[in-house]
Structures are given as C-alpha cells and as structure tokens.
C-alpha cells in the first residue's frame, strides 16, 4: 500500500471516529419536548429477540410520542455494566436485570420505587406470580417488575427409562425413588449417568438444592433473617441425598462447565435433570417427559427464578414514558404473544390459569405445561439481601466439595453457614 | 562506547564542547517532543484513573451508589485477615512459577524452530499463532470439553495408553495445573513471534562464521544468538510475569476460581468483590481496590528487580 | 577451512553460500547450512506438524461447527464432519444481523488505533532509547508502571474520564484512549537499543535532525519490531471486549464484533453454528494482517551496509 493511500484511510478512519456520535446524546435533558426515546437494556437472544422486537415494532408504531430503542447486554454482564454506568451517571431507562441482582441494585441512585405504581389498577399487581411479586420487592419496596419467571421440575429421557424396565416418574415420587431411577440407569460401560448437577459452585448449583431444603422443612436463613439456617439436621440431610448419589453411587455427571449436560441429555447420556423450561428446546433428539419435582414427605415445593426490568428516573417525563412502556410489556395479551413465540413461562396467573393457552404452548413446546402447573408449587423465595451473593458462594462452595467427596455434607454446610454468618455482620 | 546495559547508557555522542549548552537544552527539548503526544495519553487515560483506585482503596465505597467514607489504612490491615486473599495470593504465585519459565522457554524452542527457510514454514507459523487470535471463550469451552472427566478427547487418549482418568478442572488439586496448559497453549504464539522477530535481528553471518570455524549448533547458540536475544527476553519476562500475575479472563471465563476456590487469583478475586459481591451495602470496592494496590506493588518491585538483574546480564548494542 | 567471516559477506551471496532460490527478495539472511541428510526432508518438520496440528485443534473445531445444523452442535460425541456443510450459516450470520456494521466499526478502531500506535510509539521509543532527556528514566518507569494495575480496577475511572471527554457511545471511546500503547513503547524501546548505534552516530556527525535518523535510519532496520507491534496491537483492538462493552450505552450502531458475537449467545440458548461462523469471520482479517506482516519479517538491507 503506497504511503499516501495509507495517509488517506487512516485520515477516513479518524474521521468516521469523529462523527460516530449518535442522534440523541446521552445527557438527560429538563424539557420533553417532542418524542421521548427510552434506552432498553436486554439480553434477548434467537427466538426471544425475534419475538422482543416484534413487540417493540409494533409498540413504536403505535407511539411516536414514546419511541423504544434496545441495546443488547448479555445477562450475566449486565449488573456489571450497570455499575459502570452508574457510576458515570449514565443508567439507562429501562434495563433487564436477574431477580439476585436486585439487592445490589437496590442502592442505586435514581432507581424507580415501584410501590406505589404497581397498586394501580391498571397494573393488575395481584395477577403476577406470588414468587415473581416476592422477588421483585426488597425491604418492603418494589424495584422491579417481573420480566422472567421459570422454575425446576424434573425432566427424564423416555427410551432410557423403558430399556431399563423402569416406569416413569410420577407426581408422587420421593426423592429416594429418583436416588433408586439414577442408580439403575447408570451404566459406567456406557459413559451414561442417571442424574446430572451443575458443578461451578455458582448460584445455579445452589438454587438446584434449595427446593429439597425447603421441602425438608429447613430454610436458608433464620426469620429475621440475621442468622444462617441452611446447616440444620434438615439441610444435611438435604445435602446427604445429592452427596450420596456423587460419591457412593456415583450416578451424577458432574458439570463442571455447567452447559454440558444439554448435549449429553440430548444424545442420551443422562437419564434425569433438574432444570427449567429454557433447556426444553435444546432436546430435539430426545423423546422427554416432564414432571414435577420428587418430594419429602409429600411436599413438592419448587424454586423460581424470576428475572426483572428496572427502571431508571433520568428526567424529561422519561420515567413515566417507560412505566407506561412497561405496563403494555408487562399487560395479558402481549406476555401471551411473547410465551407462544419463545416458551417463557407466563408471569401472570390469570394466563397460567389458562388450560387452553397453555395447551397450545404445550403443542409448541411439549413439556412446558407441567412446568405452567408447577408455578403453583412455588410457596418461598431465596432471601433478597445485599449479602446473598456472599451467602450463595459459601453454599456453592459446601454442595460442590460435598459432592466430590472432599467433604462431609454436615461439615461443608457448617463451614458455609460460618462465613455467610460473617457476611450477614458486615452487612449489618 | 561503555554498555552498561541500563537505560541511561546509549545515546549519540554530542559534536564539540562549544556548543554543548546549546545542545544539552535541544536534548531535552527533542526528547520530550518525542514522547509528549504518547505521554499525555497514557497520564489522562493510564495515571489518573489509577490515581483515582488509589483513593479508593482508602475508602469504604460500594460501586452501585456515589456514598463514600474515609477509612484510612482499615482496608488494608483487612488483607491479611482474609483467608480468600491469602489463597488468591498463593493461587497467582503458583500461577506465575509455572506459567513464566515455561512459556519463556517453550517459545524460544518453537521460534528457533520457525526461524527457517523450509516447506511449509508459513504455515506453521501461522498455525502457532491462531490461538492467541482465538477468543478466550471459544478456547475455553474447547478446553472443558478437551479435559472432560469422562467424554474428553484428553482422558480417552491418555486412557489407550493406560494412563488416568483426570480430573483436570474438576480435580482440585489439578484444576491449577490444567489452567498452565490451557494459558501456555492460548499464549505461546504471542511470545513466539516477539522471539522470532528478534532472532530476524541475529545476522547469521555471525553464526555461519561461527560454523564455519568448527563451533557446534549448541554453542553457536549459546555464544552468539542467546546474548543477542538478551532485550527480547527481558521485554517477555517483564511482560508475562506481569500478566500472570494479572490473570483474568480465562479464569473467570473458564473455572470462575474454582473448583473450590483453587483456581481463583488476585484479579478474579478483586472482581468479585467489586462487581459481585460488594455493590450495595456491603461496599466492598474499596477493599477490592486495596488488594489491587498490594498487587500494584509486587509486580512493581518484582519489575524493579528483573531490570535491575538485566543491567548486569542483557547487552544491548552489538 | 579458516575464511574469515568478514570475506563471507563481501563476496557475492549466490557464490560462496547456498541460498535457497525460492528466498524471497530481499531475504537475503537466510542460508541453508549443508548438512548430511538422513530423511528426504528437513528433521525439524518432526517436531513443528505434530505442534501445528495440536495448535491448530481450536480451528479445525470452530470450522466444523460453523458448518452444522443446529441439531447438529447440540450431539455427542462431536460430529466430525457435519452431514452436509452449511455455508448457509455464513450468510445467515451477515443477512441476520448487524455483522457489517460491527466489521465496519472495528476496522474503523482498529485501523486508526494500530496506525496510530506505529506513530506515537516509535516517536517515544526512539526517545527512550537513544535521546538523553531529563527525566527519562523516571517517566519511562512511570508509563511501565501503568501496566501493573488491572483493567478491572480502573475501568471506573477512565470510563469517567471517557465521559467528561464527550466520548461515551460511539466509536471515540474505542479509538482515543487506545491511542498509544504502553506496551509498544516498551517492545520498540528494547529493539532499537539493539540496532548498532554507529549508523546513528555518524548520521549525527553529519547533522542529521533526529527525525531523519529516526525515519531514514532506525525504522528499516525495525520492520520485524514493527510489524509485530502492528500484528499484536490490532490483535488486542480487534478482540477487546470488555472496554466497549461498558462505553457503547444506547448506540448499537456502535457495536464491534465483539459486542456483536456476543447477541449470539443468549443465557440458557447459544447458536453455536452461528457463533462459530461469525467467530471464523472476524478471525479472518487478523491472519491476513499476520500473513502479510510475515513479508515484513525479512531481515533488513542493512547489515549490506554495516561492513565498509
């Protein structure tokens, strides 16, 4: 390349540099004058997205006054990009967040209380799910409005099952008959498991276990919530069963990246998961059925995990543009758009009641009725603390090294409940 | 022309005495035109914003909300009390004695290596280099599958010759280890093309001479090429100690710390204080911060030292 | 046996050395030294294709996905060679989605960045090096010491400082701080002081500016210290993610690759095909750039000139 083309495309470099500022800065203005563009943070992607940008088409078609412009962050950066952008006075207007982030959002300045707003009758507050509307309130306050919400039952390959004479799980199975199911349907010969378990010690090995916690009668922290509790008689026990099937059956793949199981599922190396209804589509290959989660003693509680959109005040009549976005988002028939396009479950009951809907979601997506179901089967919430995600460590770390045998299960959950008893005094 | 090997020692001598004062000041005038453009870039974006965590470090600050409080040393003093920093601590150092030596040496044998005219060499200088061009993402998720208890490639050829099954990443005691491999693979380009760029530099009439009159591939290596890549070598050492001691990305992407805390380092520690676990109320920022300056001062005493060592060791001028 | 080395570089190379006569011009420095051979080939091609095979593992993998069904990403044991190879996928990925935009951009940043960097770094590498100025040791530790505190640490404060600029959420942010690079002050520093001084000094007697000397003299001989600083530098523009990541807050206009590979892999679901395909795609300007730069790697004419 001659010296003076190179000259010429860097100079061209520069300059398309120069003019990349975009139409609307990012400073928010005091007068709304004119149309309102609101900055949409989400983590939408493939069939979600499509279905996200339909929506959002069709809503700015019908507002010029209240224009919606997405910016996608993947989920797991977002609080991070958030922090960011806080600190620079820079938030955006609206922004996906996971339901455990919200205790650490909670502190941000220009956060929207959603208290009160979400008491207007227009909102239908009472018609989200029970388990959504506790995880988007922290002390008392509303800061969120449901986005998300899923929860764990069990689904189980068909054609492992009958090649083992087994039958299949039902709504009345215990935790001991899912322990027995794995262990006939373990084959070392084969390289083929009966269960699998998220290894990476994050929140996902912790929320897998917390059902049987809660099942057995134990709970994460005492109720003022001051104190650990997930070390009671209950919760080794709890610990006991997983540990038991790691270590002396050795029926559990262990995923250590915690994504590999879904192609080993789907090509028949595993027999049983732990999951929700977003892994339904990665399983063309497998002929599964879904249940609800085995139980002690009869209770067959779950776990939910409900993700949130957060708004943000930035001035110039923008929060009520985005509150007046969301409630349309957020209303009946849109979430029945959105559920039929990507599978979500539905956040708000009076859909979930729906036999017919959900019947038709059910002929999309075989399997992901039982799931609508077991919503009613969501009684408790993780706690919503800023310390969690501290208490959330301690205990990955406690299920994870019992469960590669480097520790007893009483141990491990006494050593976590020590140091998530140090993070509750920091916190204060 | 006296080498003393450190910095201040080559420059080009100045005509006459006479006008040496007039001289001496369009030195420094030259100099500093020369480097005033990089400088003020690196003191606005590198030197402030580091000052900036400095100050944090003395603060109790969460990164979500703009409250800030004074707390003098306390964050510091924080540091030794904290069983995860001491492991991190130890973690990072493994880390950098195993990482450094054998990336170091490694590159050099491939860059001698590729340092030829022979078929193919184009190829397999690229070949060396695409991991370093690959994303860490996609070569971490190449590795987990790689090193997999039961369904990797890595277990099932070890296996046919009767050797493990590993744990790999799923083995405490391995997990570290397995990280070298993957980071020494991902990495050994970027060196390998640093030294070979330096062996360009290496006029081979020198060692065709060498050669000629009887000296043996070794030596000619040792005596004559080796000294030469004193600079290049200096410049890796720096570099990779001062980015293992940093390393993040293939943790977090990778083993997050784990398993069970035996892969986490300083900076993957730090991270998680400030991004995860100390927004809020619990305002972990500026512990994090702290733990990042005491880091700051190892590499920066570490680097002192290895300069120090290349005065007495590293020839520049030939 | 006794030629003294002087009379090898006086006499003509094609005489009295055997150079390889597919040498490309100007390659002059290698030569092959006769050997007895015991294979039909060169022994060291025994130890460099097993370690280019190994190495080249990551790709052979990422093509082979990028080539599959969705279904197909999703079996194992890994499917070695998809049933049909779907190109499709390639054109899925541009058609889709923003993919020129982000390629535009990042060439945009990287291309600026890298030229900038050649610039600026030489400038104060030269200086480092060979100008005695006051302070320059101190500042030169100073600007090293830049390098030891991590990203994640002052990530806050320069992307205060990228605001107070008016660089936020466009492709500014991306270009203006990556303007100059540490490293490449450090990497040029060391390989000018191993350029023989006495082509400088005499330059210097005859009155030469600096400049000249820096642009006559000491950049020829630099070309393989160059066109590493150029390879390495648009390596780290054209992957980093993490700093636009954080400055890009409303425009998606202003995405690069990175950002843009990223809309592939959602929470739960990654389009691995796609992600492949797309990965493959940015890979492609990088290992031109490094093919091309091996053309620069040729050892310079001057040692024709080092001898009188």
Known sequence: MTRRSLILLVSLCLLAACTGGSDDGGSPSAEPSGPVTLTFWHGYTDVEADSLNALLDEWNADHPDIQVKPL????????????????GGEPPDITYQYGSSLASVAAA????????????????????????????????????????????????????????????PTPDWTWDDLRAAAKALTDPAEKRFGFAYPMDASEDSVWHWDPLLWQKGGSILTEDGSKAAFNSPEGVEALELFAGMAVDDRSVYLDIQNSAYTSLFNNGRIGMLETGPWDLASFPDVDYGVEILPGFDGDHQTIAGPDMWCVFDNGGGKKEAALEFLQWLTAAE????????????????SVADDEAFVGQMAEALPGVDVFAENLQNVEQARPVLDAYPQISEAMGTAIVSAMLGESEPKAALDKAAQESNDALALAG | MPDDGGLNGSSVAAPAPGRLRR???????????????????????GLIPIAWGLILSFQK????????EWVGFENYARIAADPKARQAAVNTIVYTLLFVPISILASLLVAHALNRRIALIRFYRLAVFIPVVTSTIATGI???????????????????????????????????????????????????????????????ELTEAAAIDGASRWSSFWRITWPMLGPATLLLVVWSTISALQLFDEVFFVTHGGPLGRTSVVVFYVYRLAFEQGLGGLSLAGYAAAIAYVLFLVILLLTLAQFWLARRVVHYTS | MTTPATSVITESPAAETRVDPRTLPGEVGMVERPRRRFLPFDPWHLFLAPLAVVWLVPLLWMVVTSLET?????????????????FGNYLDVVRDSAFGTWFWNTTVVTVTVVSSNLVLCTLAAYAFARIRFLGRTFVYFVLLATLMVPLQVVLIPTFLIAKDLGLLDHLGALIVPNLASVFGIFMLTQFFRTLPIELEEAARIDGASRLSILLRIVVPLSLPALATLAVIQFLWTWNDFLWPLVTILTNQGAFTLQLGLATFQGAHQTQWHLVAAANLMSMVPMIVLFLAAQRAFVRGIATQGLKG
């Open chain 1, 72 to 87: 996608f962050v993947n989920n797991d950066k977002a609080l991070q990009k958030l922090t960011v952008a806080l600190q």
């Open chain 1, 109 to 168: 300045p220009g956060l929207v209380d959603l208290t009160d707003w979400v008491q207007t009758p227009d909102v239908d507050w009472e018609d989200f799910i029970p388990g959504a509307r506790e995880a988007a309130t922290v002390d008392g306050k509303v800061l969120g409005i449901p986005a998300l919400v899923d929860n764990l039952a069990l689904v189980y390959n068909k054609d492992l099952f009958d090649q083992a004479g087994l039958d299949y």
């Open chain 1, 334 to 349: 849109q979430v029945q758009k959105e559920d039929l396009a990507t599978g979500h479950l539905p956040i708000r009951l």
């Open chain 2, 23 to 45: 001289l001496l000041t369009s030195e420094h005038l030259s100099g500093w035109t020369f480097v005033l453009p990089a400088v003020i870039l690196i003191v606005v974006f």
């Open chain 2, 61 to 68: 600050a969460g990164l979500i909300s703009p409250e800030r």
């Open chain 2, 142 to 204: 190449m590795f987990l599958w790689l090193f997999d208890k039961n369904f990797g490639l890595a277990n099932w050829a070890l296996g046919k010759i009767g050797i493990g099954p590993f744990g790999f990443f799923e083995d405490p005691d391995q997990a570290m280890v397995s990280l070298v491999i993957m980071t020494v693979w991902g990495w050994l380009g970027f060196d390998t093309i640093i030294y070979l760029a330096a062996l360009q530099g290496v006029p081979p």
């Open chain 3, 70 to 86: 969705p279904s197909e990403t999703l079996r194992f044991p890994p499917v070695l060679w998809p049933e049909s190879l779907r």
